[in-house]
């Protein structure tokens, strides 16, 4: 069985420029959620999504970042006008249904660099 | 608003020898569930354990156990026999159950480094 997917694993961008990071979740997996981790930091919650609809993006700067989980297709974390603040981990995690009753499975991460 | 407190930066810990590691939380929400995740230096998140606030025995999953002290709001993860491949950063987390509230909430983190 094929775990969540990220691509891509690295990612480098120059400011100014937009970033687009994609999130497959575990096939049959309906709930994504997204996370960032700063350089020796634990990791912030940014966006909750089921199919088509965010759940809770309070943890998303309201400006140059938004998310999506379409009916079909990966989840995407968009990130325009990047800024070397940006430079982070990201995260996917998905789940089959609602946390805490199951167990949220994470992806590698993709690892942004604003140059 | 959740809150996870792990209060251990970095232990050593030799080879073979059993560590627990300190994680206290802090909600006033009734269901939740608390999680533990293993961070090597590659970089992947490792799901280890899980307990949920209503579970009555504290949660085993092989070398890892989770000691839960509901009164105390601490869950504890114990690592028995200690291997070297155990070095890595740790995380506690928690989730509430109520709708729109399911984010897990991570704590800072402890690195483990264990001595041959």
């Known amino acids: 069985n094929a775990g969540v997917m990220q691509n891509p694993r690295h990612l480098v961008r120059r400011r100014g420029q937009e970033a687009r990071l994609r999130c497959s979740p575990v096939k049959g997996h309906s709930h994504v959620y997204w996370y960032r981790q700063l350089p020796e930091e634990g990791l912030k919650f940014m966006v909750y999504l089921q199919k088509e609809n965010i759940i809770d993006e309070s943890g998303m700067p309201k400006e140059r970042f938004s998310a999506e989980f379409p009916k079909e297709g990966p989840s995407i974390l968009r990130i325009q006008q990047v800024v070397r603040g940006d430079s982070a981990a990201y995260f996917c995690a998905s789940s089959p249904s609602r946390s805490p009753d199951y167990e949220q499975y994470f992806g590698p991460g993709t690892r942004l660099t604003v140059t | 608003a959740q809150k996870i407190t792990q209060t251990q930066p970095g232990m050593f810990v030799q080879e073979k020898e059993a560590v627990t590691l300190d994680c206290t939380y802090d909600?006033?929400?009734?269901?939740?569930?608390l999680f533990w995740y293993k961070q090597p230096s590659s970089g992947e998140m490792i799901f280890l354990i899980y307990q949920g606030s209503y579970d009555q025995q504290n949660a085993t999953e092989g070398r890892y156990s989770l000691n839960f002290q509901k009164a105390r709001k601490s869950a504890n993860l114990v690592i028995s026999a200690s291997q070297l491949g155990d070095s890595a950063m740790y995380f506690c987390?928690?989730?509430?159950?109520?709708?729109?509230?399911?984010?897990?909430?991570f704590g800072t983190g402890t690195r483990l480094t264990i001595i041959p």
């Open positions: 909600t006033s929400d009734p269901s939740y569930g």
């Open positions: 987390a928690m989730s509430l159950a109520n709708f729109g509230n399911e984010k897990l909430t």
